[in-house]
């Protein structure tokens, strides 16, 4: 059983490159061993994360990720069963969202800057799906 769950965090540390880039090493290093897949979204002080795979690998690493002191107001935007992924494709790609073309944020949020913490889950996920359309996703590297 595939399931999908959307969350967004406050980063506890500023979001230099070498915290981002730590962060997908370890997503590189473990993810396709779980057959976790997803997406990591960063900017500001903010993370925005989907992550993707069973049920049961997907709570376990999302309870280790909850934990991680680099972060702190974790909150579940969507947690749903899906039939496929859409992020199949990255073990964990990354969006810098300060790179995005704000014409394409505006689409789904009130600010030029998206606010996970006061959107609808859907609408965030809405412009995840948009990223994954106009291939703003890196797979490696920051
Ligand atoms: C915002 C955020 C996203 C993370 N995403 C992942 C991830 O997708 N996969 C992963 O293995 N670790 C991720 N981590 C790191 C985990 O919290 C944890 O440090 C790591 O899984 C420990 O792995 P290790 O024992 O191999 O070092 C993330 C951490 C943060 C702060």
Redesign the pocket.
């Known amino acids: 059983m595939l399931i999908r769950c959307l969350y967004a ?1 406050r980063a506890s540390v500023p979001l230099h490159a070498t915290v981002v880039g730590d ?1 997908l090493v ?2 590189h ?3 396709p061993r779980l057959g ?1 897949t ?1 997406l ?1 979204c960063y900017y500001n002080d903010v ?1 925005m ?1 989907v ?1 993707e795979g069973g049920r049961d690998e997907v709570c376990e ?1 999302f309870n ?2 909850v934990r ?1 002191s ?2 702190n107001n974790v909150r579940i935007l969507v947690f749903e069963e899906i039939s496929e992924r859409r992020f199949g494709n990255w073990s ?1 790609g990354q969006v810098n969202i300060a790179k995005v073309n704000p014409g394409l944020l505006l689409k789904y949020s009130e600010k030029p800057v998206p606010d996970p913490f006061g959107s609808s889950g859907h609408a965030m996920m809405a412009l995840l799906n948009e990223l994954v359309a106009t291939a703003s996703i890196v797979n490696r590297g920051v």
């Open positions: 965090s962060i370890q997503s290093k473990n993810n976790v997803g990591l993370f994360q992550l690493l280790a990720i991680d680099r972060h964990m």
